[in-house]
């Protein structure tokens, strides 16, 4: 097959790209590679469906740009194609002094992004908007709303295809070859041969780079993340989206409240080493995922670091006891019996060679190819302006 561009992944982010290329180049050939017999199956279709606001990330970060962007591009998507979604707003809280300071620096970092209406609330007024909270001091942010990232996905595809691209599903990229004015990609059952190729690949993005690139300086280790819904009986304790205040040294948000678009409440999730890439049950395993993750010098680094909130992120996978304490810490009255498991999602980590998690969004650009190395939530929000700035980047003979 001849294609102008290949896009190597059916995610939201690889979508996006593909979206905005058939509108930059009209009548050019673009194709998306998906291994899967469906759209966004893996960390587009398993995520929580937050519509982020871009209030944690660094100013000037490219999280922190495409975030923001994204988030207005993504509602000007959504009500130009009748596709529901809900700003129902989140709190993010304090529940001891010694996070107080953490929380003013989010204040001050969402303001400094240009998020508006942002309120501190002291403990009183969570207690009108959040009755069953119990936090000492907070931050509302109206910006953050739930949304089904799939449903987004399937009209993305509509129009990439409305607009001559083509979707090419159980299509399993095995091997990438530059020559001198293309690149050759040959999957399970054919071969593409292109003038450009995009990665994003996700939890695979780092293995379709060696193919082109050979060695890396990063490398995906994949998180498993766990999540429980609350029964019915339960699902009055919480109004909006209800957060802690992260761990600036851990680029995840710690277990949370998240109502759901389509109803219900999700709590969770945790953040647990995936003995596989698309390893969602605890007992999924390949050998070739865990011990390269475990032989790569930089994650050994970070376990070395981290070994005991690791600990203790393994302990709340295997006890509810302790995932409800976890909760507890926000909302008093959660009992484990309001608790059912709920399916989980593995989060594409990636980590450099230094032991350091990479908390941005990571591209790497070559003559004829662009792979998205690094793109961790807020990637779904963000993911119509990162296929915009990819699609930028792109210029075609």
């Known amino acids: 097959m001849n294609a102008d561009i290949a896009i190597v992944g059916g995610g939201i982010v690889g979508l996006a790209t593909a979206y905005h290329l058939t509108q930059k180049y009209k009548g050019k050939k673009i194709v998306v590679l998906e291994k899967e017999s469906e759209l966004a199956y893996h960390q587009t279709g398993n995520n929580s469906g937050v519509i982020h606001s871009g209030l944690y990330y660094k100013p000037g970060s490219l999280k922190a740009k495409n975030c923001i962007d994204g988030y207005h591009m993504l509602l000007a998507f959504c009500d130009e194609n009748s596709i529901p979604y809900d700003l129902c707003g989140k709190v993010v809280v304090a529940t001891d002094k010694s996070e107080l300071g953490r929380l003013r620096d989010l204040y001050d970092r969402g303001r400094e992004n240009g998020l508006e209406g942002l309120e501190m609330l002291d403990a009183a007024k969570l207690k009108e908007i959040e009755p069953h909270l119990a936090a000492i001091q907070g931050i509302r942010v109206p910006q953050t709303g739930i949304i089904n990232y799939k449903a987004v996905c399937e009209t993305l595809a509509r129009k990439i295809e409305e607009k001559g691209g083509e979707i090419l599903l159980n299509t399993l990229v095995k091997s990438v070859e530059e020559k001198e004015n293309e690149v050759q990609i040959v999957t399970n059952k054919n071969f593409v041969e292109c003038q450009m190729m995009i990665n994003c690949a996700g939890l695979y993005s780092d293995e379709v780079a060696k193919m082109h690139l050979g060695d890396l300086d990063t490398k995906i280790i994949p998180f498993r993340g766990e999540y429980y819904e609350l029964t019915t009986e339960a699902e009055h304790l919480v109004k909006h989206l209800i957060y802690p205040v992260p761990d600036p040294a851990f680029p995840f948000l710690g277990v949370h409240f998240t109502r759901m678009v389509e109803g219900g409440i999700e709590a969770g999730p945790n953040a647990v080493f995936a003995f596989k890439r698309e390893g969602y049950k605890r007992t999924d395993f390949n050998f070739r995922d865990f011990f390269g993750s475990l032989a790569w010098p930089g994650f050994q680094k970070v376990m070395f670091k981290y070994w005991k909130t690791g600990f203790?992120?393994?302990?709340?996978?295997?006890?509810?006891?302790?995932?409800?304490?976890?909760?507890?810490?926000?909302?008093?009255?959660?009992?484990?019996?309001?608790?059912?498991?709920?399916?989980?999602?593995?989060?594409?980590?990636?980590?450099?060679?230094?032991?350091?998690?990479?908390?941005?969004?990571?591209?790497?650009?070559?003559?004829?190819?662009?792979?998205?190395?690094?793109?961790?939530?807020?990637?779904?929000?963000?993911?119509?302006?990162?296929?915009?700035?990819?699609?930028?980047?792109?210029?075609?003979?």
């Open 312 to 397: 203790g992120e393994i302990y709340r996978s295997f006890s509810k006891r302790a995932f409800t304490k976890a909760l507890q810490r926000l909302i008093p009255e959660i009992r484990e019996e309001h608790l059912v498991e709920a399916p989980a999602g593995v989060r594409a980590q990636a980590c450099d060679r230094s032991g350091g998690l990479l908390d941005d969004f990571k591209l790497i650009t070559e003559k004829r190819a662009i792979h998205v190395i690094n793109a961790p939530s807020p990637a779904a929000t963000s993911s119509l302006s990162i296929g915009k700035t990819i699609a930028e980047m792109v210029e075609l003979n």
